[in-house]
């Protein structure tokens, strides 16, 4: 939809900004989407335990789904499987968003990246009456080195080269920000906007930070 918008009114050359800001905007949605199912699980498993709800994070990329508040504290472990209220629709919201995170990266450089897309893909858990393995969030969600490929890795993965993307698609840095087609009237805006970010940051201590910036497009995008 954003594209034909940007077709219609002759904006071409913001179309590369555009699609970029889709990707990241993506990769948030996805890391809460796998933080939601591995924090269901852990409370499933460890229901003694106080039970996260991950309203900010949620609220903070974008997601308008309020339910997925309750989604920790209502996991319960079905014998083997956890139950996670919505699984179907999350594990379907990360499918389609992975599609969309990795859409820039695939048109440009794909170097084997479709093949890993859809091979992990192809492995996400049917979440059929919404029931997980604890085990398939695990694979998912895995990051560490020495373990095969996963889903998370994956977006680690896309993540850099969208991070290296967006750096030489940027006309200029404000105050820390890449920039691209920015209005002369909006660079205070964005030059606030950062010292805000900067005088926050140190409140975010060891958590995996989610990227907090867009390129800054022209004035009223």
């Known amino acids: 939809?954003?594209?034909?918008?940007?077709?219609?009114i002759g904006e071409k050359e913001l179309q590369p900004a555009a699609c970029l800001n889709a990707a990241l905007a993506a990769n948030d949605r996805v890391k809460y989407a796998l933080s939601l199912l591995q924090t269901a699980a852990d409370h499933a498993q460890h229901?003694?335990?106080?039970?996260?709800?991950?309203?900010?994070?949620?609220?903070?990329?974008?997601?308008?789904?309020?339910?997925?508040?309750?989604?920790?504290?209502?996991?319960?472990?079905?014998?083997?499987?956890?139950?996670?209220a919505g699984a179907?629709?999350?594990?379907?919201?990360?499918?389609?968003?992975?599609?969309?995170?990795?859409?820039?990266?695939?048109?440009?450089?794909?170097?084997?990246?479709?093949e890993r897309l859809d091979g992990l893909l192809g492995a996400l858990p049917a979440a059929a009456?919404?029931?997980?393995?604890?085990?398939?969030?695990?694979?998912?969600?895995?990051?560490?080195?020495?373990r095969a490929d996963s889903l998370h890795r994956?977006?680690?993965?896309?993540?850099?080269?969208?991070?290296?993307?967006?750096?030489e698609l940027a006309e200029e840095t404000v105050d820390g920000a890449a920039a691209y087609n920015l209005a002369e009237a909006d660079r205070p805006l964005v030059a606030a906007f950062m010292r805000g970010l900067n005088r926050t940051a140190k409140l975010k201590f060891s958590h995996p930070a989610w990227p907090p910036l867009r390129l800054a497009l022209a004035a009223g995008w």
């Open 88 to 114: 179907a629709r999350i594990v379907a919201r990360i499918a389609d968003d992975m599609r969309l995170m990795a859409a820039p990266v695939l048109a440009t450089k794909p170097d084997g990246l479709a």
């Open 1 to 8: 939809m954003k594209t034909q918008i940007l077709e219609a």
């Open 129 to 146: 009456d919404d029931l997980l393995d604890p085990d398939a969030i695990s694979a998912m969600t895995q990051i560490g080195h020495d």
């Open 47 to 84: 229901p003694e335990q106080p039970a996260a709800n991950l309203k900010q994070e949620r609220i903070a990329c974008g997601i308008d789904e309020p339910d997925f508040d309750t989604v920790v504290a209502q996991a319960r472990m079905m014998e083997k499987s956890c139950r996670v």
């Open 154 to 167: 994956l977006v680690m993965d896309l993540h850099k080269r969208l991070n290296v993307m967006q750096a």
